[in-house]
Structures are given as C-alpha cells and as structure tokens.
C-alpha cells in the first residue's frame, strides 16, 4: 500500500505579536508559535505585515524560525499595525490578528520653566 501526503499551508496563525517602541523609528515584535495541529508541516519562516495605521501595509519574509524582529526605518510617534504568519513549504498561513504599537518620540525633551 501506497501513502501519499498532500502537503498544504499552515490552517492558523501564530498569536498575535507583541510589540514595543525600541526607538523612535523602530520597533521590536514577538510571537508565539502556531499551534501544533494547524502547522500542516515544519514551519520554515513568518511573513510579517505592518504599517501606519489606515494605510496600505508593507510586507517582510521573515526567513528565520525567530519569533522576534525588531522593524526600523519607521516615522516617529506614528502609531502602526503589525501582524504576523507561518510559511511551510506548501505555501503561506493566515495572519494573526494585528497589534497597535507607537513608535517613540523624536528629539529631545526641554524643560521649560515658568517665569514670573
């Protein structure tokens, strides 16, 4: 008897990233991984998908098995959407659900003194 295996993309995604302004043009995202059922396979990389909130987002092909990206290039204190999901080697999963992150402040902080 013959088995054949029909491999297809993942069927869940991976938790939804958590992130953090690591400065004020980037910022650093984690997730967890897809649950064991819904891989379909081995999980060879994540598609990362981002932007400004209300825009068209950019993606990234995140190669690595890493949980964790850190996103630069960014416009300061703009509020962004990020979202992540599984790749295998039958194609792309869906993504997670998406996580509001404010990249930091740009500048320096002045202290103003009241004058009488």
Known sequence: MIYYHIATAPSGSPGAPTSSATTSTSITITWTEIACLDRNGVITGY???????NTSPTTIDHTSTDRSRVI?????FTNYT???????????????????????????????????
């Open 47 to 53: 598609t990362i998908r981002y932007g400004p909130v």
């Open 72 to 76: 630069s290039g960014l416009t300061p």
């Open 82 to 116: 990020v979202s992540v999901r599984g790749v295998n080697s039958a194609g792309d999963g869906v993504y997670s659900a998406e996580t509001v992150t404010r990249t930091g402040e740009a500048g320096e902080c002045i202290k103003f003194i009241a004058c009488n």
